[in-house]
DNA sequence: CATCAATAATTGACCCGTCAACTAATTTAG
DNA sequence: CTAAATTAGTTGACGGGTCAATTATTGATG
């Protein structure tokens, strides 16, 4: 019993592996821009200038990725980057003219791709998922990094 | 109210995400060896021996990481390899004994981490979170790569 | 005020995954 | 029987993420 019930946990995980690993690069590919740099983008759509650790912590990622995506994306002339005059440790970051545009149109992809993964599933549904989402989403949190084998 | 709800939907999206780039590299830190590195582990516990096409089937992943995975376990002596004497392109795998037992050792760790994933959620909740996720990940199978702007 | 601590950003080393190109072995067809 | 297609596995280039170490700047404290 207990035994059964591990195994469909265990299947669990597997799935949410799986999903995210197929698709990660089906959205790249059907919108042309990886998930999390869109994300990036988004958030500078919505502040107009932010600083990169105020930026790395609402997209959750790790500062270096932060600083390569945006290290790329200034070299594209997508966002510019300018240092805070009052303290030269912390830089700020926008999105230029070509940037803000470029982004509808990766948006509008987006939409559509999002509005294919839940195609059949029903508002209470999603509510529902979203609820056990959160749920996991917190018990991960709390997860204590422990000593590893060997 | 259709924009509220493509909200919630693009909600989900990041919260599969971060559920994802949270829990992997803290299941690695717990059990001391990657998912996926894990998961082929187990594979080849339930079969004794197999080629690395069908390895990559089950598993899921590119042939390439499957390599990859396997040259290193093998110069770690968690597994050997050896051709097909009748067909010289393919190579079986098999565990070693030293192997063998170290898989169980992580699997116990494993075992931890996957009942903590899912404190204080039923077995009913379960059921329905995998269905959701099983509806998502055929939805996500079934988009068509289309061709990205620009 | 001079030193020591904290902070922001960057860089390097590494893991893991994809795709595309390549090698080698085996089938298949002409 | 030989040439072309297929198949298994490997490798290289690349994108994305983590951690740890480093740099530069600012803040705090004796």
Redesign the interface.
């Given at each position: 019993m207990l035994t059964n019930?591990?195994q469909?946990?265990?299947?669990?995980?597997?799935?949410?592996?799986?999903?995210?690993?197929?698709?990660?690069p089906?959205f790249?590919?059907?919108?042309?821009?990886s998930?999390?740099r869109l994300?990036l983008l988004h958030k500078l759509m919505e502040v107009d200038e932010i600083n990169q650790t105020e930026l790395r912590r609402q997209v959750?990622?790790d500062s270096a990725a932060v600083t390569r995506h945006l290290k790329q994306l200034d070299e594209k002339g997508v966002v510019s980057r300018r240092k805070n005059p009052e303290d030269n440790r912390v830089t700020f970051v926008k999105l230029t003219e070509a940037g803000r545009s470029?982004i509808e149109?990766?948006c509008k992809?987006k939409?559509n791709?999002?509005?294919?993964?839940?195609?059949?599933?029903t508002?209470q549904?999603?509510?529902?998922?979203?609820d056990?989402?959160?749920?996991?989403?917190s018990?991960?949190?709390?997860?204590e990094?422990?000593q590893?084998?060997?």
């Open positions: 019930s591990y469909e946990q265990e299947k669990l995980i597997l799935q949410l592996n799986e999903i995210y690993r197929q698709m990660s089906k790249e590919r059907c919108t042309g821009i998930q999390s994300e959750n990622i470029k149109r990766y992809e939409e791709f999002i509005t294919q993964v839940f195609k059949g599933i508002d549904e999603r509510a529902v998922l979203s056990l989402l959160s749920r996991v989403e018990n991960v949190k709390d997860i990094d422990e590893p084998i060997e």
